[in-house]
């Protein structure tokens, strides 16, 4: 997928008229639920509705947008993406998936094995 419509993906998550992203948007665009999105962001599910902007809420969609855009690189297609980054188990971290690791504040591990992938290293 270009950097152009990862852009436009991103552009969508983006809260309205505001320099934040949407907490809900994202939601919608991984086909989870608002308490799944604040199990994955480790903040209470009232945050997610309640206090969108909250630096911790923001800061762990943050790191999903980077895992994505990493992801995107590798996948070329942004269905492919968004289930790889829900569903498939990934060896090199005892199966767990990269929704697993992003909650357990594992992002840039996830990214590095990205890059990785992109560089042809692995797979």
Same mark, same amino acid.
């Given at each position: 997928? *270009?950097?152009?419509?990862?852009? @436009? ?8 008229? /505001?320099?934040? !992203?949407?907490?809900?948007?994202? $939601? ?5 639920? #608002? ?5 994955? $962001?480790? #903040?209470? /599910?009232?945050? #997610? @509705?309640?206090?969108?902007? *909250?630096?911790?809420?923001?800061? $762990?969609?943050?790191? +999903?947008? =980077? ?11 942004? &269905? /492919?993406?968004? %289930?790889? %980054?829900?569903?498939?188990? +990934?060896? &090199? %971290?005892?199966?767990? @998936?990269?929704?697993?690791? #992003? /909650?357990?504040? =594992?992002?840039?591990?996830? +990214?590095?094995? !990205?890059?990785? !992938?992109?560089?042809? $290293?692995?797979?």
């Amino acid at each position: 997928m *270009s950097a152009a419509a990862f852009d @436009t993906f991103l552009e969508t998550l983006r809260e309205p008229s /505001r320099p934040t !992203l949407s907490p809900v948007r994202m $939601a919608q665009a991984l086909h989870m639920g #608002v308490s799944d999105l604040a199990g994955l $962001a480790r #903040v209470h /599910r009232n945050t #997610v @509705t309640g206090n969108p902007e *909250s630096a911790q809420l923001q800061g $762990a969609l943050r790191d +999903i947008v =980077k895992v994505l855009a990493a992801a995107y690189r590798v996948n070329d297609d942004r &269905e /492919r993406t968004l %289930f790889w %980054f829900i569903n498939h188990p +990934i060896a &090199e %971290f005892g199966y767990q @998936t990269a929704a697993d690791l #992003v /909650r357990d504040g =594992k992002s840039e591990a996830v +990214i590095r094995y !990205l890059a990785t !992938l992109e560089g042809g $290293a692995t797979g």
